[in-house]
C-alpha cells in the first residue's frame, strides 16, 4: 500500500481486485498529480465512469498498482495533463464521451469526437449533436515552412488516421496526430454485456493483440469474480501470448525493413510470420486465435498435431532467424536508415510510461510479465531486454532480442505443459470489479472491469499501449526528414483501432 | 545474404497452387457485375484497401496475401495506392461514422468501373459493432457493395478464393459456366 500512503483518501473500495482502489476527494487527487508530475510513479490509465473519474497509478520500483477514484463536482475535476502532459489525449477523450471537464486542461479540442456522432457524450449526459467545426491544428511558423497533411485514408494497407506534418524542406519542424477515425463505441457496447460478448469485444479492440486482450479481460473478470484459472490453462495462455509476440515481431521486423527498402528481409520474415499464424490455426484453430482465452481458463485444448508443428516453427526459426539478424546486422545501407533514426530520450519514455519496445529501447525496463509475474509467467525463466539509443534500430533490436525470448518460453511452456481441467466455470451475483494487465507484443494493455449483480459487464475500460506511445513519435520524428516518417512509425507500429476504441 | 539468396533458388518456390474460386462469391458477383464491366476490366486487377473502421485483424491477412505463400500478384492482382489507380476497392470493418465521408470521398475518387469487395464479419453489417452510436453499419449502407468475403478475419485461403471469384467473373464465358 505504499503507493497509497502519500494519498489522502477516504474509503477503499471492498470489491476491488487485485489492487486497492480508494475514494479521493481534491486533494487526494491533487497529491496523485503531484507523485505523476514529480516522477515518483506512472500513469497506467485515466477514464471516465460517470460522474467519477480514475486514475491508474504505478509505482516503477516496487511494482504497486492502485486506482484513485475521484467523484466530479458539476462534471468537472483537476486537470492531471496541467502538470502531466501523458494524460492530455485522455482527458480530451474523456470529455468527449462522458461530457466530463479537467479544469486547467492545457488542451480543450475534442479528441476522439470528430463531430460526426449523432450524440454528444454518449457514455455520459447525452446531448445533441456537436456541430462539426475546423480542427486547429497547433501553430508551427516561420519562413520556408509547409504542411502536408496525410490521411485519414493512408497509400497503403493500413489504419486510417491522419498526420499534419509540418516541414522545412525535408525536415520536421512538427507532427501533428489527428486519430479518432476508427472510433467504434466499444466502451459504449460493453455496457450491459454479458461476459462472453464483452470478451468476444474485447478481442476485437485490436486484432493484431487479440490473443493479449483477451488474456487481460479474463485477468480483470477472474479477479473481480476470484476465480482461480487451471494450471493448465495458464500455460496454454502463455503459448497463445507467446506465438502471437511472435508472428507480430516477425511482421514489424520485415516491415520495418521493407521501409527502408529492404524487402528481402521483408519476404523471409513474412515466411517466418506466416508458419508461426499456421502453427498457430494447428493449435488452437484460429490463425490468431481469437476467442479461444475466456474468463474462466481456454476454451478450446491444444490439438495433439499443433505442439509437433511449433516444435517444427521453433527449429526453422532457429535455424533461419539468427541469418537474418546478421543479414540485418551487416547491410550498411539499411544501418544507414535506422541508426539514430526517430529518437525518444529516456526522459520522455519515462516520463510517459512508453510501454513494449517503445519504451525498452529508450531505456524503460517494464514488462508486465516480469512485474507482475502473472501465471505462468512466475514460473518461467525469461529476460527483458533493455537499449539506451532509443532510435528506430533499438527498436528493432529488443524486437529481435524478444523473439530469442518467446522462443525460449515456448519451448519452456510445451516442456513443463501440465495435465488437467482447461476451464474453471464461472458465474457472479454480486457487485465486483477486476484490474487486469497483459503484456502485448507492444506494450502493456490495461482492462478495468465492473461487474453488475447479475453477471454481465456495468463499465468496462480498455487501455492500450499506444495511448503512451502516440505522442512520442511525434516528438521522435521531429528533425528527421519527411522520408524516414514511415520507418519511424513501423518502429513504434501503434495501433490505431486498439487507441479509438 | 548470399546464403539466404542461393537456398532461396536451390529450395524452389513456397508459393501454394491458387485455391478454386468459392462458388458462393460466384453466385454473388453474377448477381451484382455488370458484364460489360467485366470485359472491360480483364484479368488484371488492381485493388485499393481501405480500413473503415476494422480491428485490424482483417489488414493482417490482407498483408499475408503479398507473402511468398500466396502471392497475389501472379494472379495479376496487385495493391496500389491511390484509388484514382484502382479498379476494385476492398473494404475492412464496420464503417464508423468517423470514416464515413472518408470512405465516401475514395469511393468517389475511383474510376468507374469498379467493383467494391467487402472483407470480413463486420463489413457485411456491421457485425459485433453494429448498433453502436459510431457505426454506420455494413459496407453496403454507405458504397454499392459487389462481393462479400466473410469470416473473422478471413484466412488469406478464403480471402484468395473470394478473389480468384472475382478474375472469373471478370471473364464472361467463365462466370455463365460456372453460375450456370
Redesign the interface.
Known amino acids: 500500500m505504499a503507493l497509497l500512503d502519500g494519498i489522502t483518501h477516504s474509503e477503499t473500495v471492498k470489491a476491488h481486485r487485485p489492487w486497492p482502489r480508494v475514494i479521493v476527494a481534491d486533494d487526494g487527487w491533487r497529491q496523485a498529480i503531484d507523485l505523476l508530475a514529480d516522477g515518483h510513479c506512472s500513469l497506467l490509465g485515466l477514464w471516465g465512469d460517470a460522474p467519477e473519474v480514475h486514475m491508474a497509478l504505478l509505482d516503477e520500483t516496487s511494482g504497486d498498482v492502485a486506482v484513485i477514484s475521484l467523484s466530479c463536482k458539476a462534471g468537472r475535476y483537476p486537470s492531471v495533463a496541467a502538470r502531466h502532459p501523458p494524460a492530455i489525449r485522455l482527458e480530451r477523450a474523456i470529455c468527449d464521451l462522458f461530457g466530463l471537464k479537467a479544469v486547467d486542461t492545457p488542451d480543450p479540442r475534442p479528441w476522439l469526437d470528430l463531430g460526426f456522432w449523432n450524440v454528444r457524450h454518449p457514455l455520459g449526459n447525452k446531448g445533441p449533436a456537436r456541430k462539426p467545426t475546423p480542427y486547429k491544428f497547433l501553430p508551427a511558423e516561420g519562413e520556408g515552412l509547409h504542411q502536408i497533411p496525410v490521411g485519414p485514408v493512408h497509400a497503403g494497407i493500413i489504419e486510417p488516421g491522419h498526420f499534419r506534418f509540418t516541414a522545412n524542406g525535408e525536415h520536421v519542424v512538427r507532427l501533428e496526430q489527428r486519430l479518432g477515425w476508427v472510433h467504434k463505441g466499444i466502451e459504449s457496447l460493453m455496457n450491459g454485456a454479458t461476459l462472453v460478448e464483452a470478451a468476444k469485444l474485447a478481442s476485437r479492440a485490436s486484432g493484431d493483440s487479440t490473443v493479449a486482450y483477451a488474456y487481460a479481460f479474463a485477468q480483470a473478470a477472474e479477479a473481480a469474480m476470484q476465480v482461480k484459472v487451471p494450471t493448465r490453462a495458464a500455460y496454454l495462455r502463455a503459448l497463445m501470448a507467446e506465438l502471437e509476440r511472435l508472428a507480430n515481431h516477425f511482421g514489424d521486423i520485415g516491415a520495418i525493413c521493407n521501409d527502408a527498402s529492404f524487402s528481402l528481409m521483408y519476404a523471409q520474415c513474412g515466411i517466418l510470420r506466416e508458419r508461426t499464424l499456421r502453427a498457430a490455426d494447428a493449435c488452437f484453430g484460429h490463425r490468431l486465435m481469437m476467442d479461444i482465452i475466456v474468463p474462466g481458463g481456454v476454451s478450446r485444448e491444444l490439438a495433439p498435431e499443433g505442439a509437433a508443428q511449433v516444435k517444427d516453427l521453433l527449429g526453422e526459426v532457429r535455424h533461419v532467424f539468427p541469418r537474418l539478424i546478421e543479414l540485418y546486422d551487416n547491410t550498411a545501407s539499411l544501418q544507414d536508415r535506422t541508426v539514430t533514426t526517430g529518437i525518444v530520450t529516456q526522459e520522455l519514455a519515462r516520463q510517459f510510461g512508453a510501454g513494449g519496445y517503445v519504451g525498452r529501447a529508450s531505456r524503460r525496463a517494464f514488462d508486465a510479465r516480469r512485474v507482475f509475474a502473472y501465471a505462468p509467467y512466475d514460473r518461467l525463466s525469461f529476460e527483458v531486454p533493455v537499449l539506451d539509443a532509443g532510435d528506430v534500430n533499438a527498436r528493432v533490436w529488443i524486437r529481435i532480442r524478444e523473439v530469442e525470448q518467446s522462443l525460449s518460453l515456448i519451448e519452456q511452456i510445451l516442456n513443463a505443459l501440465p495435465k488437467g481441467e482447461i476451464k474453471t466455470a464461472t458465474g457472479n451475483n454480486k457487485v465486483c470489479e477486476g484490474l487486469g494487465l497483459a503484456e502485448a507484443f507492444r506494450g502493456d494493455v490495461l482492462v478495468w472491469l465492473k461487474l453488475d449483480n447479475k453477471g454481465c459487464v456495468a463499465r468496462c475500460h480498455l487501455r492500450d499501449a499506444s495511448w503512451f506511445q502516440w505522442p512520442l513519435l511525434e516528438a521522435a520524428i521531429e528533425g528527421n526528414i519527411v522520408a524516414d516518417f514511415p520507418l519511424c512509425n513501423k518502429s513504434f507500429n501503434c495501433s490505431y483501432s486498439g487507441h479509438d476504441l | 545474404?548470399r546464403?539466404?539468396?542461393l537456398e532461396s533458388l536451390t529450395h524452389g518456390p513456397?508459393t501454394e497452387p491458387a485455391p478454386a474460386p468459392d462458388e458462393a462469391a460466384l453466385a454473388e458477383l453474377a448477381k451484382t457485375v455488370d458484364r460489360t464491366a467485366r470485359a472491360r476490366l480483364g484479368r488484371s486487377l488492381s485493388i485499393r484497401?481501405?480500413?473503415?473502421?476494422?480491428?485490424?485483424?482483417?489488414?493482417?491477412?490482407?498483408?499475408?496475401l503479398?507473402?511468398?505463400?500466396y502471392d497475389l500478384e501472379r494472379l495479376g492482382l496487385r495493391?496500389v495506392?491511390?484509388?484514382r489507380h484502382a479498379d476494385v476497392l476492398m473494404v475492412t470493418?464496420?464503417v464508423?461514422?468517423?470514416?464515413?465521408?472518408?470512405l465516401l470521398r475514395?469511393y468517389n475518387a475511383t474510376p468507374d468501373p469498379k467493383w467494391v469487395v467487402a472483407v470480413g464479419a463486420c463489413a457485411v453489417d456491421g457485425g459485433?459493432?453494429g448498433?453502436?452510436?459510431?457505426?454506420a453499419g455494413g459496407v453496403r449502407d454507405v458504397v454499392p457493395v459487389d462481393l462479400h468475403i466473410r469470416g473473422?478475419?478471413p484466412?488469406p485461403g478464403e480471402l484468395l478464393k473470394g478473389l480468384m471469384a472475382l478474375l472469373d467473373g471478370a471473364n464472361g464465358a467463365t462466370l455463365t459456366s460456372k453460375a450456370g
Open positions: 545474404m546464403k539466404t539468396l513456397l484497401q481501405i480500413d473503415a473502421g476494422s480491428c485490424n485483424g482483417c489488414e493482417l491477412e490482407i498483408h499475408a503479398n507473402n511468398a505463400f495493391f495506392a491511390s484509388p470493418g464496420p464508423t461514422k468517423n470514416m464515413r465521408e472518408a475514395t459485433i459493432f448498433g453502436s452510436y459510431a457505426v473473422c478475419p484466412s
